[in-house]
């Protein structure tokens, strides 16, 4: 499956705290953006790289809400899990994140759903991981690839 896109996600890693930072722009108002991220069946639809399918366990997305997903290729399974800390519909998620093959490593993550005008957005998403090591675990774990492959396949849920 070949997905283009008009647009790269940059990632960066800031050299004095442990976070990880993406920004992503879409041809899509936030409204579409933001519920394709919380919308359990959209969501499992884009998450991860390609050949990766994904189940959703539990995705309870409001504030206090919590989630659990699992994606399978080859009889392999990579469990994800975390709580939804603040939801603002359209604007701004923060949650945690963990990998269940690291659960000492849990993540906050915070994602912004900037309204760029014209019906396109910008998403910024920001992830404080627990140290360096973890932050650079995370960076190593073909992580780059498999955002720049789900936000191609987000495009197309989007472009529907």
């Known amino acids: 499956m070949s997905i283009t896109s008009t647009y790269e996600t940059t ?18 108002p936030p409204e579409k953006v ?19 399918h994904t189940e959703i366990d539990v995705f309870d997305c409001r504030t206090g809400g919590a989630y659990s997903y699992r994606m399978i290729r080859d009889g392999q399974e990579f469990g994800f899990s975390g ?11 923060v949650q945690t994140f963990t990998f269940d093959g690291a659960p000492d490593d849990v993540a906050l993550e915070r994602i912004v759903f900037e309204d760029l005008g ?12 627990e140290s360096f090591e973890a932050r ?5 774990s073909g992580m780059q690839e498999g955002v720049q492959q789900g936000y191609r396949k987000l495009d197309a849920v989007l472009a529907e």
């Open 83 to 93: 709580c939804f800390h603040e939801i603002r519909p359209n604007r701004l998620m």
């Open 136 to 140: 650079d675990a995370y960076l190593a």
């Open 118 to 129: 014209d019906g396109r957005c910008r998403l910024i998403a920001t992830s404080l991981c």
């Open 11 to 28: 990632i960066s890693a800031d050299p004095t705290v442990p976070m990880v930072r993406l920004e992503r722009e879409f041809d899509a």
């Open 34 to 52: 933001f519920r394709a991220h919380t919308d359990p069946q959209l969501y499992a639809r884009w998450v991860g790289p390609l050949g990766l």
